[in-house]
């Protein structure tokens, strides 16, 4: 999977709708200036800021300048001051026309001066509603239209629609203006480097190919917590909730990556192909069986370093009473020869006491012959594959224990984790740009990947939708409903923590 291969990059300009924004300022300055700092970014190169707030570059290059202060992982101010050059603002109200015929020959003289060639790079980090309007005019002004040694390609943030529906239609509005192979949708999550490293781990290992079945695995855990609540997101995340916010995207392309066969080769379509016959096989989840294998929750008020926080009903543009979700747990079950009768359990959820990202793969036990009587604790294995804020592999194992007395078997572990809180390793948002100028889509997903990890979603939002309740409370700084646990515990099993 191709990330920072070092080929000779093309020349381009980088167009970046929503520039004022805050993933704009928290995520894509920073990540083009450490792709700059880096050299990763094309010798010859412009980055557009479009937006409506600011008025001027002046005002542009200052609240760029802040981003990357505040938000860099690396900090060089006098290479910052170069990068700024390649800089430039222009505001842009997306219903006037005039504003979109300046920004066509704002975009000409700038790829004259510094010669890219054509080449246009379109980042929609805006809401979801003005995709298509953004795109319409694109095609209108001619914009979506590349020379013939040119080309023209657009990233599209999530959420990729808010339902199979609405997915169906921004796609079909996307693919009228734009080819497949220049349409990047975005899910950061591929960007992590573990996520991308779990490949690596399954297919270049000989040890875990061959145990990597329902003979050999118990069950598999893929949780993604966070500390933090909606924040000042509400309009959105009301609307959205946590199905549709993280297990359709983040969660649902994990566990394509746990699952999938081993694809013909390294590229983007083999890898693809694999993931979107993992999501095909998906079993739908019976209404009868939403008590045992599907949690909702939703948090209340709660206690964090001492101080009373807000529940979800209490913050800011949250619909009164409103039912969203704000904690998920699920029970899936993969319908295909390598993965009969193993559970996957998946927990996401805002407000829990920490923040991190893991996969969990729990073997099976062992007969308990050898050990059985002994009263030595054997455990089975564990391979953990941590995402955030550790990034690695743990391997539980048993040994004996030389250093007791009585030499007890004990579980043990190989923890080949880094802390990454000193932010040394490129964040997502990095690798996901380098690949669309590359023009590389491993990373991003492919139509067919949103069409059923959509089509699976929507028949939970549907019956939820249905039922009579709403979601259990849970109070923040906790680990959600205690449904979720029981839902393992009547399983014989748990949340595992290492
Ligand atoms: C985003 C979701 O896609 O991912 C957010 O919309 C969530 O709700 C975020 O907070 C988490 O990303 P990360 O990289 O901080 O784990």
Not at 229 to 257: C, F, I, K, N, W
Not at 360 to 378: A, C, H, N, R, T
Not at 399 to 416: A, I, N
Request: hydrophobic fraction near 40%; charge should be negative; proline fraction near 5%.
């Amino acid at each position: 999977m191709g990330t920072f291969k070092r080929t000779t990059m093309e020349p381009a300009i980088i167009v970046i709708f929503g520039a004022t924004g805050d993933l704009a300022r928290r995520k894509l300055f920073p990540a083009l200036f450490n792709l700059y700092l880096n050299r990763l970014l094309p010798a010859n190169f412009a980055v557009v800021g479009l937006g409506r707030r600011l008025t001027g570059q002046e005002q542009f290059i200052s609240s760029v300048t802040e981003a990357i202060r505040e938000h860099s992982r690396q900090i060089a101010p006098s290479e910052c001051q170069d990068f700024l050059k390649h800089l430039f603002y222009l505001q842009l109200d997306i219903q006037n026309t005039e504003d979109w015929e300046r920004l066509v020959s704002f975009l000409s003289e700038l790829d004259l001066t510094h010669q890219t060639n054509g080449n246009y790079l379109y980042y929609l980090s805006v809401s979801p509603e003005q995709f298509v309007p953004i795109i319409t005019r694109l095609e209108a002004v001619g914009l979506n239209k590349a020379g013939p040694t040119s080309w023209r390609r657009v990233i599209i943030e999530k959420p990729f629609g808010k339902d199979l529906a609405s997915a169906r239609q921004l796609n079909q509005a996307l693919t009228a203006i734009f080819d497949e192979d220049s349409i990047f949708r975005i899910d950061h999550y591929l960007g992590k480097g573990m996520l991308q490293n779990i490949l690596t781990i399954r297919f270049a290992n000989s040890v875990f190919e061959d145990v990597w079945n329902y003979k050999y695995i118990d069950h598999i855990q893929i949780r993604a917590s966070e500390t933090v609540g909606v924040e000042d997101r509400g309009p959105y995340y009301d609307q959205t909730g946590a199905l549709r916010d993280m297990v359709q995207s983040h969660l649902l392309q994990s566990l394509t990556l746990i699952a999938m066969e081993p694809p013909l080769n390294l590229g983007a379509e083999a890898i693809r192909d694999e993931k979107v016959k993992v999501l095909r096989s998906l079993a739908p989840i019976p209404e009868e069986s939403f008590a045992a294998q599907v949690v909702r929750g939703q948090y209340g008020p709660g206690i964090i370093n001492g101080q009373r926080v807000k529940g979800y009903l209490e913050e800011d543009h949250i619909a009164p009473g409103s039912r969203t979700e704000t904690f998920v747990a699920l029970k899936l079950f993969v319908q295909n020869y390598r993965w009969a009768g193993v559970p996957f359990y998946l927990r996401t959820g805002k407000r829990l006491p920490e923040k991190s990202f893991e996969i969990i793969v729990q073997f099976k036990k062992l007969p308990g012959v050898m050990y059985f009587g002994s009263g030595d604790e054997i455990e089975p294995n564990i391979l953990a594959i941590t995402i955030q804020p550790q990034e690695g592999v743990i391997f539980r194992f048993n040994t004996k224990d030389l250093l007791s007395p009585d030499e007890r078997v004990k579980p043990k572990y190989m923890d080949f984790t880094e802390n990454d809180s000193g932010r040394t390793a490129p964040e997502a948002y990095e690798r996901l740009l380098y690949d669309a100028l590359n023009g590389d889509s491993t990373l991003f997903t492919r139509w067919d990947e949103v069409e059923y990890s959509w089509q699976f979603v929507d028949r939970i939002a549907q019956v939820w939708q249905s039922q009579p309740f709403g979601p259990l409370l849970y109070p923040a700084n906790t680990w959600g409903p205690r449904e979720a646990d029981l839902m393992l515990a009547r399983d014989g099993r748990k949340w595992i923590t290492l």
